[in-house]
C-alpha cells in the first residue's frame, strides 16, 4: 500500500538539515511506483517522514500521510494494511482518542501515543511503519511478523535514513561512499538472496521481520524481536478436528484481507494454495472474483489448464496472459528494483504477473506461505531421511549413510550429494537442500577478495535459528527456519518488489498471525504423510477439484535455460567474460567459462549462471556508476 522514507537528525535541538529535507524528496520520488497516488513530507525538529501513497482504504484527502494524532505531535508514515484496525480503533476511541479519517493507518500514531514500542504488539497485518514522538524525540521504526513488508536504514554523516527499498536509500544521498560487502555477497551465491539484517552494501541493513527499533536522535538502531512463532507440544485433537480449526483461520484471514475501498482480485496459479484462497474468496464474495494466471509458451506442464478448472467450478472473471517476455528488458528492470542481487528468476513470473493483474485491480489476494507453514516443499522428503538417520542408533549410521550414497550416486544424484552430508548435522544438510554453489564449487570460483569474506554466515544462522526453534518436531523445526529465513528474505521480498513496481499490493491469507501460530503448533503427521500440505488438502478437499487436490507440487514452470540459450545468450556471456567482469576480480574466469561450457553440454545449471548474471548487473547498475 505506499512507499516510506524517512530522516533523523543526530541533535534533537537542530531542525533537519535542508540536504535531508532534499534527501527525502528524492527517495520518494525513487519510491513513486509504490505510491503513484500522492505525496506528503513532514518535519518537525530533527524529522522528516515521507510517504507516496497508493489509495486503498478511505480515499479521501483525510487519509493521506503522514498522518498526525490530535495536538500534531505524533507523525507515523505506513506502508502495508492492518487488519484489525476496526477493533483498534474502538479500543482507542474508548480511551478518548479522537480519529480524522477512516485509515487503517492512523490507529499507528494513537497506539504510538500511548504505548510507544508495544504499539505494534498484538497487530494483526502487513506493515513496515515509522512514528516519531516530538514531546519524547524517539522515532519507531517496525516490520510486521512475517515480513511481509521491506524496511532499509543507513546511518548518514548527519543522522539516520530509512526506506521502504533499497534502490532508494542508497541513490537519495550521492555523497555517502558505497561499498559491497563481500561477505553478504558470499551469502548471496549460497542463497540467491541477502539475508536480514545485511544487505549487499556495507553499512546498509534490514530490519528483521518481527522487530521494532526505538531511536534518539543520535542514538544507535537497536532492533528487539517482540513476536515469535509459538513453540512447546505440538497440538492435539483428530485430523478433523485440526482441519476444521484451519479451515475457521482460513475462512477469517480471507474474510479481512477483502476489506477494500479499490477493485480486488486473486492471483491464481492451478496449486492448492492459491485455489484454496479463491475458493474462500468466492464463498464470502457478493460479486465473481477476478482471477489472473499466466504462462510462458515453451514451459513444459503449463498450470493455466488447472487455473481453468477453478475459474469454472467458482464462475470467477478470469484473465490470463501467454508471455513472450523481453527478457534483456525484463532483468534490467528486475536488477534496478531488486536494489541489491537476487536470483529467484520466479521473479520474472511475478513481474509480468502482477503487471497483467494491476490493468483490472488494485489488489490481490495469494497463495503464498502455504510451503513454509504446512510443508509443501519437496525437498521436506530428504530432510525426513535425515530425521531416520538421527533416530537410528550411532553404530549403524554409517551403514545407513553407506547405503543411501550407493542409491543416489546411481540413479539420483541430488540424494548423493544430501547423503554426503547426512553426519554433519541438520543446518549442513538443509544448507545442501537449498544452497546454491556449495563450498567445494566457491573453492574453485572464488579469487583472494571473496575467499576472504567468507565466513560460514550461512551455516551458523540455520544453526542459531534450528536451536532456538524448539518447535514441536523435527519437521517443525526446518518449517521455522524456512519461515525465518527463505520466505522472509526470498518469497516475501520477491512478490512485494514485483508487485509495488506496478503499483499492486498483494495480500496473503497463509501469513495471518492466527494461521501461522496454528500452523507453527501442528504435529508432524498433520504437515506430512505421503506428500505435504497434508492438513491443507485435507481440510479444502471438498472445495477444489481432485485434480488439484491430489496433485504433486510444481513450481512455475519457468523456462529459465530456454531463455539462457536463446534471448539472454549473448548478453549473460557478453557481461560475465568481459573485461568489467575480469578486472572485479571476484571469480575466476577459467572457472567461469567452464560453467558456461557444462550448460552447454547440458552438465550445468541454469540457476548458477543466472545467479552471477544478476550479480554483476547489480555491480553495474549501483556500483560502478558510483565509481564504488
Not at 511503519?129 to 524525540?137: E, P, V
Not at 560487502?181 to 540467491?192: K, N
Not at 485435507?538 to 481432485?546: H, V
Request: with cysteine; hydrophobic share 40%.
Amino acid at each position: 500500500m505506499c512507499g516510506i522514507a524517512g530522516f533523523l537528525g543526530a541533535r534533537r535541538d537542530e531542525p533537519a538539515h535542508p540536504d535531508d529535507v532534499a534527501a527525502v524528496r528524492r527517495m520518494c520520488d525513487a519510491l513513486r511506483h509504490r505510491g503513484p497516488d500522492a505525496e506528503g513530507i513532514w518535519s518537525s525538529g530533527p524529522c522528516v517522514l515521507g510517504h507516496r501513497r497508493l489509495s486503498i482504504i478511505d480515499l479521501s484527502e483525510e487519509a493521506r500521510q503522514p498522518i498526525l494524532n490530535e495536538d500534531g505531535q505524533v507523525a507515523a508514515v505506513v506502508n502495508g494494511e492492518l487488519y484489525d484496525f476496526a477493533e483498534l480503533r474502538r479500543d482507542l476511541e474508548a480511551r478518548g482518542h479522537r480519529f480524522r479519517s477512516g485509515s487503517d493507518s492512523e490507529v499507528v500514531v494513537h497506539r504510538y501515543e500511548d504505548l510507544g514500542e508495544r504499539a505494534v504488539d498484538a497487530v494483526r497485518g502487513m506493515f513496515a511503519l515509522a512514528a516519531y514522538d516530538a514531546r519524547r524525540g524517539t522515532l519507531l521504526l517496525a516490520r510486521d511478523p512475517a515480513g511481509k513488508k521491506p524496511l532499509f536504514y543507513r546511518r548518514t554523516a548527519r543522522g539516520l535514513a530509512f526506506a521502504s527499498e533499497v534502490h532508494a536509500l542508497v541513490t537519495a544521498f550521492p555523497e555517502e561512499p558505497l561499498v559491497p560487502d563481500l561477505g553478504a555477497i558470499d551469502e548471496y551465491l549460497t542463497l540467491m538472496y541477502v539475508p536480514s539484517p545485511k544487505t549487499a552494501y556495507r553499512g546498509v541493513f534490514k530490519l528483521p521481520a518481527a522487530h521494532v527499533a526505538e531511536v534518539s536522535p543520535g542514538g544507535e538502531v537497536v532492533p528487539r524481536r517482540y513476536w515469535h512463532r509459538p513453540r512447546g507440544e505440538a497440538l492435539g485433537g483428530t485430523t478433523e478436528v485440526l482441519a476444521t480449526e484451519l479451515r475457521a483461520r482460513m475462512t477469517e484471514a480471507v474474510r479481512k484481507r477483502l476489506v477494500s475501498d479499490v477493485p480486488l482480485g486473486a492471483f491464481l496459479s492451478g496449486g492448492v494454495d492459491s485455489s484454496t484462497v479463491v475458493a474462500l474468496m468466492a464463498g464470502l464474495s457478493p460479486r465473481p472474483v477476478k482471477t489472473f494466471s499466466i504462462g510462458f509458451p515453451h514451459a513444459g506442464d503449463s498450470e493455466l489448464h488447472y487455473a481453468r478448472m477453478v475459474a469454472k467450478r467458482y464462475r470467477t472473471e478470469h484473465h490470463e496472459l501467454v508471455v513472450s517476455p523481453d527478457m534483456t528488458r525484463v532483468v534490467e528492470d528486475l536488477v534496478g528494483h531488486y536494489g541489491e542481487p537476487f536470483a529467484d528468476s520466479s521473479a520474472v513470473a511475478t513481474w509480468y504477473l502482477a503487471a497483467m493483474t494491476r490493468e483490472h485491480v488494485t489488489v490481490a489476494l495469494s497463495g503464498d506461505a502455504s510451503d513454509e507453514n504446512f510443508a509443501g516443499y519437496k525437498r521436506y522428503n530428504p530432510a525426513r531421511i535425515g530425521h531416520l538417520h538421527d533416530a537410528l542408533a550411532p553404530r549403524y549410521r554409517p551403514l545407513f549413510r553407506g547405503a543411501l550414497l550407493g542409491v543416489g550416486r546411481a540413479f539420483y544424484p541430488y540424494l548423493a550429494r544430501f547423503a554426503e552430508r547426512l553426519g554433519e548435522g541438520e543446518a549442513s544438510r538443509y544448507q545442501t537442500l537449498v544452497g546454491q554453489f556449495t563450498p567445494a564449487e566457491k573453492d574453485r570460483l572464488y579469487l583472494a577478495p571473496l575467499r576472504e569474506a567468507r565466513g560460514g554466515d550461512t551455516l551458523r544462522r540455520f544453526e542459531r535459528v534450528l536451536r532456538d526453534a524448539g518447535g514441536a518436531s523435527a519437521m517443525a523445526r526446518l518449517l521455522e527456519l524456512d519461515f525465518e529465513t527463505y520466505l522472509v528474505d526470498d518469497i516475501n521480498v520477491k512478490v512485494d518488489i514485483a508487485a509495488m513496481a506496478h503499483g499492486l499490493e498483494v495480500r496473503c491469507p497463509f501469513l495471518d498471525t492466527a494461521v501461522v501460530e496454528f500452523a507453527a503448533r501442528l504435529p508432524a503427521h498433520a504437515l506430512m504423510r505421503l506428500r505435504g500440505k497434508y492438513l491443507v488438502r485435507r481440510a479444502f478437499r471438498d472445495l477444489l477439484p481432485a485434480a488439484i487436490v491430489y496433485r504433486t507440487k510444481k513450481g512455475f514452470a519457468l523456462p529459465l535455460a530456454r531463455w539462457l540459450r536463446t534471448d539472454l545468450r549473448a548478453m549473460t556471456r557478453d557481461v560475465l567474460l568481459d573485461r568489467t567482469a575480469r578486472e572485479r576480480g571476484l571469480f575466476d574466469p577459467a572457472e567461469v567459462q567452464r560453467l558456461f561450457e557444462d550448460f552447454d553440454r547440458g552438465r550445468g545449471d541454469a540457476d548458477r549462471l543466472w545467479t552471477l548474471l544478476m550479480l554483476e548487473l547489480w555491480f553495474r547498475r549501483f556500483l560502478d556508476r558510483r565509481g564504488g
